[in-house]
């Protein structure tokens, strides 16, 4: 099988859930014999480097990338409104990586195209006018739905509004597009059911993330470290509006009442793009770490990852990652969508300040839970989330949607 792999940022470095979500794709598809072409935007946030790919990658992939600048114009951006173009959408085409994607086309023959997100979609003109390949959308999110739930939180009345019309204009054009595609591989059930109620009719199939289990090793005593105290953590890209929007409701909403009654615990930060107000604010107990060198290490230095998450859609790549190292997850309930959890068993949920307490204060009080809640959620990664069974179920796919 030959698959072009339409990425609207580079897999690698792994500096975020979507890259590593790219990425583990990518691996499965090598891992598993096909023959894949990646296609890559490169941007400011996203650099294309291609130091950051081992020579058996790039002499797999033959990944090409071209830059684009994505970066927000605020007259384009309320021109938009006007046109009820999808700005969101639009900023990511490029000429240059058009006559790219043409000149790949017209040298090649592939049977599947397989988008990396709704931001990959404004070249659907191009790869219809130019083969004949079915065209299957990889949804990391439904759009919409994140700047839906941040119109709603409380703040700027003028904001709000914008938001709200944007979030409408995305709404109509992920509906627009299905005519354009032949499948949707959801990243989640939930997300698929999103789907089928906005009337999506389309071939469809849940393929959540994955990860190769032999990457992480969990630790299995709580803190190794010389120290008594109970280590909160959050990681995620600090430019990722919920991620700074669920940090600092926690931090402003959540922190001063789960102190009051554990001044024992402590918070640490960690996370790209961290802004320098965020940086210099000074908060009891928490130590904010900037952006790591190590995600993995910097978990595993810690004991309990909150996922104060708000307005997200999707699912949480972070969890897990979290969870394949045997760290303990509290989340939100919208921060845990998309995965397969049984809340008490392989994570915690709170919705609030009280019901952070609550978890924080009966896990301090039931210790041998975090060993316990830890290897229940490793076991979920190791069933459900295991990239190699999820590579192949998405082939399977892919041959369902081409007839075979």
């Known amino acids: 099988m030959k698959v072009l792999q339409l990425c609207h940022k580079p897999p690698q470095p792994s500096v975020?859930?979507?890259?590593?979500?790219?990425?583990?794709?990518?691996?499965?598809?090598?891992?598993?014999?096909?023959?894949?072409?990646?296609?890559?935007?490169?941007?400011?946030?996203?650099?294309?480097?291609?130091?950051?790919?081992?020579?058996?990658?790039?002499?797999?992939?033959?990944?090409?990338?071209?830059?684009?600048?994505?970066?927000?114009?605020?007259v384009d951006a309320f021109s938009s409104l006007v046109t009820s173009d999808s700005y969101n959408i639009s900023r990511f085409f490029s000429t240059d990586f058009d006559i790219l994607l043409r000149k790949t086309l017209e040298a090649?023959?592939?049977?599947?195209?397989?988008?990396?997100?709704?931001?990959?979609?404004?070249?659907?003109?191009?790869?219809?006018?130019?083969?004949?390949?079915?065209?299957?959308?990889?949804?990391?999110?439904?759009?919409y739905m994140i700047w839906q739930r941040l119109s709603i939180a409380p703040g700027n009345p003028a904001k709000k509004v914008y938001l709200k019309i944007l979030a409408q204009q995305l709404k109509k054009y992920e509906t627009n597009i299905f005519s354009s595609i032949d499948g949707i591989a959801t990243i989640s059930?939930?997300?698929?059911?999103?789907?089928?109620?906005?009337?999506?009719?389309?071939?469809?199939?849940?393929?959540?993330?994955?990860?190769?289990?032999?990457?992480?090793?969990?630790?299995?005593?709580?803190?190794?470290?010389n120290s008594n105290k109970i280590r909160l953590f959050h990681i995620g890209a600090m430019d990722w509006k919920p991620n700074m929007e669920g940090v600092s409701w926690f931090i402003e909403e959540v922190w001063p009442f789960v102190l009051k009654s554990n001044p024992d615990v402590d918070l640490h930060i960690a996370g790209r793009a961290m802004p320098n107000w965020f940086i210099e604010k000074e908060v009891p107990n928490m130590i904010n770490h900037n952006e790591v060198e190590n995600a993995q290490d910097f978990m595993l230095a810690n004991d309990?990852?909150?996922?104060?998450?708000?307005?997200?859609?999707?699912?949480?790549?972070?969890?897990?990652?979290?969870?394949?190292?045997?760290?303990?997850?509290?989340?939100?309930?919208?921060?845990?969508?998309?995965?397969?959890?049984?809340?008490?068993?392989?994570?915690?949920i709170a919705n609030n300040a009280k019901e952070f307490n609550q978890q924080l204060s009966w896990l301090k009080a039931n210790p041998e839970?975090?060993?316990?809640?830890?290897?229940?959620?490793?076991?979920?990664?190791?069933?459900?989330?295991?990239?190699?069974?999820?590579?192949?179920?998405?082939?399977?796919?892919?041959?369902?949607?081409?007839?075979?």
């Open 16 to 74: 975020d859930g979507g890259c590593i979500a790219i990425n583990n794709i990518t691996k499965g598809f090598i891992e598993n014999g096909v023959d894949v072409k990646v296609l890559t935007i490169s941007t400011k946030k996203h650099p294309f480097h291609k130091k950051h790919f081992s020579d058996d990658y790039q002499s797999a992939t033959n990944i090409e990338s071209v830059f684009v600048d994505t970066k927000i114009n605020l």
């Open 108 to 143: 090649n023959t592939y049977d599947i195209i397989h988008l990396e997100s709704l931001f990959m979609t404004p070249y659907l003109h191009t790869l219809r006018r130019f083969c004949n390949a079915k065209i299957v959308l990889r949804s990391h999110n439904l759009e």
């Open 189 to 225: 059930s939930q997300d698929q059911n999103k789907y089928i109620q906005l009337g999506c009719k389309k071939p469809m199939i849940t393929i959540p993330f994955g990860i190769s289990l032999n990457a992480y090793e969990s630790v299995n005593n709580l803190n190794k470290k």
């Open 304 to 348: 309990i990852m909150i996922v104060p998450l708000l307005s997200a859609g999707g699912m949480r790549i972070k969890i897990i990652e979290g969870m394949a190292l045997g760290r303990v997850i509290i989340s939100t309930t919208i921060g845990a969508e998309g995965i397969d959890y049984k809340d008490g068993h392989n994570i915690l």
């Open 369 to 404: 839970k975090l060993h316990e809640i830890g290897q229940n959620g490793k076991k979920l990664v190791e069933t459900y989330y295991n990239n190699q069974r999820i590579t192949e179920k998405l082939l399977s796919f892919y041959n369902k949607v081409l007839g075979k």
